[in-house]
T-cell receptor
Framework: GQSLEQPSEVTAVEGAIVQINCTYQ??????LSWYQQHDGGAPTFLSY????GLEETGRFSSFLSRSDSYGYLLLQELQMKDSASYFC????????????FGGGTRLMVKP | KAGVTQTPRYLIKTRGQQVTLSCSPI?????VSWYQQTPGQGLQFLFE???????NKGNFPGRFSGRQFSNSRSEMNVSTLELGDSALYLC????????????????FGAGSRLTVL
């Protein structure tokens, strides 16, 4: 099976940088994704890493280390609108390869 | 183009009843997945449909079922509702099966919030 661990809550101030970590266990691995979900909203895709290294998309970056079964989402120049829950998700090698999501990290950005 | 549409958005049922939720995927998307989201369990995979066939199923009892129509629209049904079925049910569509190569980005609908009394 697959399991993912991420912190339940992170607090940061506007303009700061925050890193949300995700460690995973999976019988196979095809990639790590990140999704953002605002309260009352739908999860939206942020990024995907299939290979080791850093992927940058504007203020957001995502990193993957397959040897460490670890990844993180880096949010720079935090804005109040970044307050949301962030989910890592892994596609593994079990039957179907469906996405398995972590429990989510609630990010609170304070002024 | 229009996003993923889920209906109804909110509904209240009582224990023992059954419920049907509907999902219209993005035009051209052939894969529809369903997830249950609760504060305690997070996002849990229910099932995935592709070309009218159930391709994958999560660890849920047989009371949870679904189907997909030829136009890729999908429905899920929960019979004999229990209090623990209260949750946000999310539908997501993608162009290909989740097991396909690449990022396989899921586009989620806003969800159907089910309350069981």
């Amino acid at each position: 099976g697959q399991s993912l661990e991420q912190p339940s809550e992170v607090t940061a101030v506007e303009g700061a940088i925050v890193q949300i970590n995700c460690t995973y266990q999976t019988s196979g691995f095809y990639g790590l994704s990140w999704y953002q979900q605002h309260d009352g909203g739908a999860p939206t895709f942020l990024s995907y890493n299939a290979l080791d290294g850093l992927e940058e998309t504007g203020r957001f970056s995502s990193f993957l280390s397959r040897s460490d079964s670890y990844g993180y989402l880096l949010l720079q120049e935090l804005q109040m609108k970044d307050s949301a829950s962030y989910f890592c998700a892994v596609r593994g090698g079990n039957a179907g390869n469906m996405l398995t999501f972590g429990g989510g990290t609630r990010l609170m950005v304070k002024p | 183009k229009a996003g993923v549409t889920q209906t109804p958005r909110y509904l209240i049922k009582t224990r023992g009843q059954q419920v049907t939720l509907s999902c219209s995927p993005i035009s051209g998307h052939r894969s529809v997945s369903w997830y249950q989201q609760t504060p305690g369990q997070g996002l849990q995979f229910l099932f995935e449909y592709f070309s009218e066939t159930q391709r994958n199923k999560g660890n849920f009892p047989g009371r949870f079922s679904g189907r997909q129509f030829s136009n890729s629209r999908s429905e899920m049904n929960v019979s004999t509702l229990e209090l623990g079925d209260s949750a946000l049910y999310l539908c997501a569509s993608s162009f290909s099966l989740q097991g396909a190569s690449g990022a396989n980005v899921l586009t989620f609908g806003a969800g159907s919030r089910l309350t069981v009394l």
